[in-house]
């Protein structure tokens, strides 16, 4: 049963915290991609990785850091530098990263700040 | 600059009419365009895309429209059903590049 898994479900950040997000796939797919959604607005891409070892800044990559060690897995880690970190973060994949693939989404995580 | 906007932040149908929802583009590079539906606190589910060299698809009880001139496309449910109520996006792909640029989203509420 392929498919994207995010955990934990709720994340609670302190002041000054690092906090790491976890994405894993089973679909067997090159692409992944980190997404943060706010209340009204849309998607708007973190990070993206097309192949292991190897990933490119998004539209809102400031005070966010990524490793993509494995083809499985691409964490999300969200730094102290990230002076707004509370939003609902959704980790993707797609089989290449071309455009026009279709990108499958995890269930997504909440990060709130305390 | 927002390349991507749906302008109903919510939409109210009763079942079994239909359920029409809007987007309108900028780029008119944008050569791929998809459709998601998001439950809350789910990931989006990828519903329907549309390539912009093809003006319709179809895929059970919905079908994506597109209008590349007014650069406009719309997302059609019939029958619409209780379990259809969520957000729904839609997305566009420049040409060449694996990004795709989100809309804020229309809420859709089935009444039974």
Known sequence: DGGITQSPKYLFRKEGQNVTLSCEQNLNHDAMYWYRQDPGQGLRLIYYSQIVNDFQKGDIAEGYSVSREKKESFPLTVTSAQKNPTAFYLCASSKQGWGGETQYFGPGTRLLVL | ?112
């Open chain 2, 1 to 112: 600059d927002q390349q991507v906007k749906q302008n109903s932040p919510s939409l109210s149908v009763q079942e079994g009419r239909i359920s029409i929802l809007n987007c309108d583009y900028t780029n008119s590079m944008f050569d791929y365009f998809l459709w998601y539906k998001k439950y809350p606190a789910e990931g989006p589910t990828f519903l329907i895309s549309i390539s912009s060299i093809k003006d319709k698809n179809e895929d059970g009880r919905f079908t994506v429209f597109l209008n590349k001139s007014a650069k406009h496309l719309s997302l059609h449910i019939v029958p619409s059903q209780p379990g259809d109520s969520a957000v729904y996006f839609c997305a566009a792909s420049p040409p060449g590049t694996y990004k795709y640029i989100f809309g804020t989203g229309t809420r859709l509420k089935v009444l039974a």
